[in-house]
């Protein structure tokens, strides 16, 4: 089955850690992307990929950084400078690099700061 | 002011009722319009697309006011299952989501 797949499901990091979550997609979407959900807001756009080798922050890209070796894989990591790191991410995909394409969401990964 | 803009609500309908929510935005540049439907803890899942000439998927409407700068979403005939929340995605040179509308449908 085609899909995008989020690991872990469940994070718990320490103060002064960095972390990284993982994303993969068979889709063969060109695009990806990390939010970032925070209760009662909408999702906010951390980065987007829209080709392998190449990437652009968002809105919220401090104290965040990711990599985009493979077309399949979009791994984000939560460095110690991101100073509120407990939130709900998501990662997404969009079959043309058009940003304002509709996207496919993983299952997401609740990270939690101790 | 927000970007995309929705009341949180809670709506609490029974079944078979019929109910709707708006969304506006603020960019009136905005080119693409979507529905997604989050389940408690899991991901946004595309609902459908919003197109200028309205559409309908089943038991769900959407529709597009560019001149007002909204879009709804007619739900008719509730089910327990549409329990969920809503949330409005605008697209101009990126993805705007509203913060959501979450619905319950209850017996």
């Known amino acids: 089955d085609g899909g995008i797949t989020q690991s872990p499901k469940y994070l718990f990091r320490k103060e002064g850690q960095n972390v990284t979550l993982s994303c993969e997609q068979n889709l063969n979407h060109d695009a990806m992307y990390w939010y970032r959900q925070d209760p009662g807001q909408g999702l906010r756009l951390i980065y987007y990929?829209?080709?392998?080798?190449?990437?652009q922050k968002g809105d919220i890209a401090e104290g965040y950084s990711v990599s985009r070796e493979k077309k399949e894989s979009f791994p984000l990591t939560v460095t110690s400078a991101q100073k509120n790191p407990t939130a709900f991410y998501l990662c997404a995909s969009s079959v043309r690099d058009y940003r304002n394409d509709e996207q496919f969401f993983g299952p997401g990964t609740r990270l939690t700061v101790l | 002011r927000k970007e995309v803009e929705q009341d949180p609500g809670p709506f609490n309908v029974p079944e078979g009722a019929t109910v709707a929510f708006n969304c506006t935005y603020s960019n009136s540049a905005s080119q693409s319009f979507f529905w997604y439907r989050q389940d408690c803890r899991k991901e946004p899942k595309l609902l459908m697309s919003v197109y200028s000439s309205g559409n309908e998927d089943g038991r769900f409407t959407a529709q597009l006011n560019r001149a007002s700068q909204y879009i709804s979403l007619l739900i008719r005939d509730s089910k327990l299952s549409d329990s969920a929340t809503y949330l409005c995605?605008?697209?101009?040179?990126?993805?705007?989501f509203g913060a959501g509308t979450r619905l319950t449908v209850k017996p």
């Open positions: 995605v605008v697209g101009y040179n990126d993805m705007r």
């Open positions: 990929s829209q080709i392998v080798n190449d990437f």
